[in-house]
């Protein structure tokens, strides 16, 4: 198997999909689908956007991200992120919070 960085993994998304269509909810999907490519990474949220911290840099759909007022998504509570996302990825990464 062939073992990518988030930033090429990311790259080559992009040439297979330039644009991602879904716009509500896709950073958490796209942040779930980057957890199990590497499970030691760790999942934040800003109260509108999910990005996963890896190997100290932080990345969402788009590539390197700034983690700007991200924390862990538990610390916002899960009946609360729960309303805020119905996705059936949620409960996985509101449990997400430290490296393993």
Known sequence: MVKLTPTEFIARLREIYPRYADM????MKFVA???AMYPQGVV??????FII???GECYD???VAI????IPPSMYGSEYM???WSHQRIEELISTTTTN
């Open 33 to 35: 689908l980057l957890k």
């Open 53 to 55: 911290e890896i190997g």
């Open 44 to 49: 934040l949220y800003d109260d509108d956007h």
């Open 24 to 27: 509500s909810g896709g950073c």
């Open 82 to 84: 729960r309303r805020q």
């Open 67 to 70: 983690k700007d007022g991200h």
């Open 61 to 63: 759909i788009d590539g």
